[in-house]
Nanobody, 123 residues
Framework: DVQLQASGGGLVQAGGSLRLSCATS????????IGWFRQAPGKEREAVLC????????YYVDSVKGRFTLSRDSAKKMVYLQMNNVKPEDTAVYYC????????????????WGQGTQVTVSS
């Protein structure tokens, strides 16, 4: 049973940091890319960034470059999204999703999704 679970969200002040986690199970972690998406209030869900099975990261939102980074721990089958210098516009529900091998921006490619974790950045 393929499962992903995002956690670590919360309320943080602008300029602060937060680390989101994506716990995975039920599939061969080493073969899958893990993407992070977010949905802000009143907006469509968008791809933010992704780490491929190779470990290479792809950014889909220019504004998070230099602030957000991804890492993956194969032993724990976890992916971590480190969010630094957060801004109010980062406020959204963040989702992790799994796709075989390489990163893709379109969410329809992703095979499984976590339930989302709320990130709220206060100004």
């Amino acid at each position: 049973d393929v499962q992903l679970q995002a956690s670590g969200g919360g309320l943080v002040q602008a300029g602060g940091s937060l680390r989101l986690s994506c716990a995975t199970s039920g599939f061969r972690f080493e073969d899958y890319a893990i993407g992070w998406f977010r949905q802000a209030p009143g907006k469509e869900r968008e791809a933010v960034l992704c780490v491929a099975a190779s470990g290479d990261s792809t950014y889909y939102v220019d504004s998070v470059k230099g602030r957000f980074t991804l890492s993956r721990d194969s032993a724990k089958k976890m992916v971590y999204l480190q969010m630094n210098n957060v801004k109010p516009e980062d406020t959204a529900v963040y989702y992790c999703a799994a796709d075989f091998w390489s990163c893709k921006e379109q969410e329809s490619w992703y095979d499984a999704w976590g339930q989302g974790t709320q990130v709220t950045v206060s100004s």
